[in-house]
């Protein structure tokens, strides 16, 4: 609930910034993306720690987590996609300002914003699926 708070008033400030220049929506929009993209991971990276924890037990206690393994490696490997195109969009997004045609330098930078949370939708994916793994190896 916290990070909610913190992330809609920025969100707003991107939406709202309809009047602004290009250089100023583009700012909001790092900001909002930056909100987004930590919180995000943040709640990400404590869920994946609580599933490899359970399946720490789970092989102490003799069980296969094989797939569990997988699963964690896959949702690392989706991290790391969404890092690379976070930064893509961050460097369009600077690049905004010093650009002659600052509305479609915007425009290709949101495309890469959709991007990466097309990325953070797949991590988040990989996320249940691990879930799942870790919820069949404890027989639930």
């Known amino acids: 609930m916290l990070m909610a708070s913190l992330v809609l008033p920025t969100l707003a400030l ?3 910034a309809k009047g602004g220049t290009p250089a100023d929506r583009a700012q909001a929009t790092l900001t909002t993306l930056q909100a987004r993209y930590d919180a995000t991971t ?3 990276s404590a869920k994946l720690a609580r599933l490899t924890a359970a399946a720490d037990k789970l092989e102490a206690a003799g069980t296969d987590v094989s ?3 997988a699963a964690v490696v896959a949702v690392n490997a989706k991290l790391a996609i969404a890092a690379s195109e976070k930064a893509k969009a961050v460097e369009l997004l ?3 300002a010093g650009s002659s045609d600052q509305k479609a330098a915007l425009k290709t930078a949101k495309v890469q914003v959709a991007s ?3 990325a953070l939708k797949a991590t988040r ?3 249940r ?3 799942a793994a870790v919820r ?3 027989g639930k």
Do not use: F
Request: without cysteine.
């Open 67 to 69: 797939t569990i393994r």
């Open 42 to 44: 943040a709640r990400v």
């Open 116 to 118: 990466v949370h097309t």
């Open 125 to 127: 994916a990989e996320l």
């Open 129 to 131: 699926i691990a879930a």
């Open 14 to 16: 991107a939406k709202g």
């Open 94 to 96: 600077n690049a905004v």
């Open 136 to 138: 069949a190896a404890k």
